[in-house]
């Protein structure tokens, strides 16, 4: 099947939220919503109401139907549709046809398909093998997908210059002992909205910042279950990285005799081959290569798993420890920078084919090396924000040792953590958050191999650095002049 036998669809794509039709939607993609504006809901659109408006063609829509029968054996006609998230009108055109080309049957009592609830479908011996075909084709048998160009209008009709709540923001840096200056330079960073690139000594908190930032976004996305073009199916949503949000019902809920009220598997009106999520936060590290920016084919099932920057649509996509990548951070800038400069960006398919999607994410970048070591200006002038995280203070590391220590219910002498961090000082050159954690763990464990109660002092921690850095006892330290004498 090709991309020629798929009907277009879109003039019936309505939403059921508002009365805004998809082509003023896309009309004004990069809408502002002012600064103390709260989240707004995601926009659902309705429920299809003939096969036509799915933009799918009837051949594939039956074959899907045919591989859902194949693996659940005997389902309901509700069963199918809420499988397949198309409307139960059309499910029942769909079995009509199928039944008239003996490919499947009743297996209970109903004699009509005005979709009661006593009966289900088995395939018959044709049916199976036409399903069996289908199935070396192409093994996805789930909700039906979005077409291509339903996908560009309903993510480019949503597509407002998002910004994160300063609440949320807050929230993510409570559980570290930052700087105001550098609090205050984060905080305005991300509140932007745009490309950030956070940098600095490792071990100081840069990926917590982002990791918790991530953890309290605000607000909801649609994604679709899985987009089709030129005949292949590219899975999108992915319960792995997207959280399932109930759907809100819209302003203008249809009345009980809407013709979309009764057309929906869910009796809501809305299409569900739509998933309402939580604005998505996806993080990646070292593990990319070139290769997982593009569609992944699975040669087994036969369909295409989403990019990681797909699956991030709407949200924020976070590279963490940049320039550690087996590709190079100057490919990764050229590729995403210049998508999100554009709203778009162009994947091929293993046929040949290029599609172009929707690019509106906001990328963040994490890394322990200097933005000069990375790319050279005209590549970093593309990223407005660069913050930078400096190692700790000694002031501020015996606040983090005594904040650990009071979470951990132990005692604490602020004199004496003021001496530690001095003495650590002196010894490594250069203090962080992970540091004050990895140190406090292994003085805690010392005292529990001894059976005794941990005593945090200078003794105590030279002993857990020793440990942590393979430095003998007896040994000199860095410089050796700083070692205390026991």
Not at 246 to 267: C, E, F, I, R, Y
């Amino acid at each position: 099947m090709n991309e020629d036998q798929v009907s277009n669809g879109s003039d019936s794509f309505e939403f059921l939220r508002g009365t805004t039709q998809v082509e003023d939607a896309a009309r004004k993609p990069q809408e502002r919503r002012p600064i103390g504006e709260p989240e707004t809901v995601a926009i659902i659109p309705r429920a299809p109401e003939t096969i036509g408006s799915t933009g799918l063609s009837e051949s594939f829509l039956a074959e899907l139907v045919l591989k859902v029968i194949h693996y659940v054996e005997q389902p309901s006609p509700q069963h199918l549709a809420r499988a397949i998230a198309l409307p139960t009108m059309i499910i029942d055109e769909i079995m009509e046809h199928l039944k008239a080309a003996h490919l499947c049957e009743i297996v209970s009592e109903g004699s009509t398909y005005s979709m009661p609830n006593n009966y289900k479908f088995r395939l018959t011996e044709k049916g199976e093998a036409r399903a069996e075909r289908a199935l070396e084709r192409c093994r996805y048998a789930g909700p039906a997908p979005v077409t291509l160009e339903q996908y560009g209008t309903v993510i480019t009709g949503a597509a407002t210059r998002w910004r994160p709540n300063l609440s949320d923001i807050r929230e993510s840096f409570e559980a570290l002992i930052l700087d105001d200056s550098v609090s205050d330079f984060l905080e305005r960073a991300l509140h932007s909205g745009r490309s950030t690139m956070i940098y600095g000594p490792s071990g100081n908190g840069k990926t917590h910042v982002l990791t918790e930032y991530v953890r309290h976004l605000g607000g909801q996305v649609l994604v679709p279950h899985a987009i089709y073009a030129y005949g292949q199916i590219i899975r999108v949503f992915d319960r792995f990285v997207h959280e399932r949000m109930d759907v809100v019902m819209p302003v203008d809920v249809p009345t009980p005799g809407d013709l979309a009220q009764k057309a929906s598997a869910h009796g809501d009106g809305a299409d569900h081959r739509w998933v309402n999520i939580r604005r998505p936060g996806v993080i990646v590290g070292g593990e990319l290569t070139a290769e997982s920016l593009e569609l992944g084919y699975d040669p087994i099932a036969r369909f295409y798993q989403a990019p990681k920057h797909l699956k991030a649509q709407g949200g924020i996509l976070v590279v963490d420890d940049f320039g550690r990548q087996k590709v190079s951070p100057i490919e990764l800038l050229n590729r995403w920078i210049m998508a999100l400069e554009r709203g778009r960006d162009n994947l091929l398919l293993r046929t040949g084919e290029n599609i172009e999607v929707p690019f509106f994410i906001t990328l963040l970048f994490s890394t322990n090396l200097n933005p000069s070591a990375l790319a050279d200006s005209a590549y970093l002038r593309r990223v407005p924000y660069k913050a930078y995280m400096p190692a700790q203070t000694p002031e501020g590391f015996a606040n983090i040792l005594g904040c650990i220590l009071k979470q951990k219910g132990s005692d604490v002498d602020e004199s004496e953590l003021a001496n530690v961090a001095r003495f650590l000082q002196e010894v490594t050159g250069e203090l962080s958050g992970s540091l004050a954690r990895d140190l406090i763990m292994i003085v805690t464990d010392n005292a529990d191999h001894e059976e005794s109660i941990p005593a945090f002092n200078v003794a105590t921690f030279e002993q857990a650095y020793r440990q942590l850095a393979g430095i003998p006892e007896g040994a000199p330290l860095t410089p050796a002049s700083v070692a205390t004498n026991r």
